[in-house]
T-cell receptor, first 114, second 109 residues
């Protein structure tokens, strides 16, 4: 299994600003994903982070709002742009290794937008 | 209609009890299935994958019923430490993962 870390663990941000969340995996993984989890709700997939190319976004999520980078097989960033209080949530990244769909999650970033 | 549906619970059971959760999915072409466990304010952790023939890991048994489009998780001899929310996850394609809303389990002494 992979060990995944995220930074920051939490943040409180002002409306209209942007926050970049970093996700680091301790080993190379084939796939990396970004999820959002609202309080008391389940996880919603935002996008698949593709190494060296544009991320693949799920319905309802767009690149202008959630730009994602993945420069190599162990690192990815998610930016939450032009934030509003509706963006307050927990953001989680996950990775899955070669030939496996079993995902391992980072500890999450708890974002509050005022 | 949601892609994956679970009974939210909570299931309140005494230690030592056997408890079962079901999860239904809408897309018959779904390919892979998983159970995750999530503790309060923590990230989900993989509990087990669900194989077509069913699989067991200690006190935990997972089964898949493709005809009726559901997966199940059975926990035997419940421990206090089993208290958590159990998420079922369905994979429809290479990168299409759908999480259920979770079933909360409370194991009481």
């Amino acid at each position: 299994s992979a060990v995944i870390s995220q930074k920051p663990s939490r943040d409180i941000c002002q409306r209209g600003t942007s926050l970049t969340i970093q996700c680091q995996v301790d080993s190379q993984v084939t796939m990396m994903f970004w999820y959002r989890q609202q309080p008391g709700q389940s996880l919603t997939l935002i996008a698949t982070a593709n190494q060296g190319s544009e991320a693949t976004y799920e319905s309802g999520f767009v690149i202008d709002k959630f730009p994602i980078s993945r420069p190599n097989l162990t690192f990815s960033t998610l930016t939450v742009s032009n934030m509003s209080p509706e963006d307050s949530s927990i953001y989680l990244c996950s990775g899955a290794g070669t030939g496996s769909l079993e995902q391992f999650f980072g500890p999450g970033t708890r974002l509050t937008v005022l | 209609r949601k892609e994956v549906e679970q009974d939210p619970g909570p299931f309140n059971v005494p230690e030592g009890a056997t408890v079962a959760f079901n999860c239904t999915y809408s897309n018959s072409a779904s390919q892979s299935f998983f159970w995750y466990r999530q503790d309060c304010r923590k990230e989900p952790k993989l509990l087990m994958s669900v194989y077509s023939s069913g699989n067991e890991d200690g006190r935990f048994t997972a089964q898949l019923n493709r005809a009726s489009q559901y997966i199940s998780l059975l926990i035997r001899d419940s421990k206090l430490s089993d208290s958590a929310t159990y998420l079922c996850v369905v994979n429809e394609d290479f990168n299409k993962f759908y999480f259920g809303s979770g079933t909360k389990l409370n194991v009481k002494p």
